[in-house]
């Protein structure tokens, strides 16, 4: 058909509406199992291998009518060989669920990524130091410790963290007895 309304150029291209086939000596388009009506919007004949009672549930009363064109709602469904409705919606629905699972996965795995490698470089950075051969063999009673004249008796426990800080477990000892 031409913009003006001419049917002539239509009679050349059989195939119209969704790709389906018009005959033009019944003005019906066929569905590759039924005929559809456009003027009454209705099929010619029942669907078929339709089980009457469970027709097309949650359709409402159009759900019943066998004779209707994606249960009077081409709009949210599609019915490719007019045997059975589809939602569209089902497909928009899968859409969007996959393509929340692919976003979702992508976040995980870069915030995977980031923290494993913050974690790997941090790691290198800690000094570990291995004894020598001069230190392996020492023992509490080889060392000596000078103890300055203004701090006569004032021990404390302490350690010396990875980061090279003084960690003190305990206040200041007076007395020590080994």
């Known amino acids: 058909m031409s913009m003006t309304g001419n049917m ?9 509406y969704r790709g389906y086939y018009y005959d033009v000596e019944s003005g019906l388009y066929y569905l590759n ?15 078929p291998n339709v ?5 097309d549930e949650g359709a409402g009363l159009n759900g019943y009518n066998v004779f209707a064109y994606c249960a009077n709602n081409p709009v949210m469904f599609k019915d490719d060989s007019g045997e059975f409705v589809i939602s569209i919606s089902i497909g928009i629905g899968s859409l969007l669920t996959w393509a929340a699972y692919g976003i979702a996965t992508a ?7 980031a923290i494993g490698t913050e974690i790997y470089n941090r790691s290198r950075t800690i000094q570990f130091s291995l004894p020598t051969q001069s230190t392996r063999s020492k023992i509490l009673k080889d060392t000596k410790y000078k103890i300055p004249p203004n701090k ?3 021990y404390q426990l302490a350690y010396i963290n990875n980061r090279g800080t003084l960690v003190k477990l305990s206040k200041n000892i007076h007395s020590l007895r080994l």
Do not use: C, H, W
């Open 51 to 55: 089980d009457y009672g469970k027709f």
């Open 107 to 113: 976040v995980g795995v870069g915030a995977g990524v």
């Open 33 to 47: 199992s039924r005929y559809y009506d456009p003027q009454t919007g209705r099929f010619i004949n029942a669907e």
């Open 8 to 16: 002539e150029l239509a009679v050349n291209n059989p195939f119209r």
């Open 152 to 154: 006569v008796g004032v």
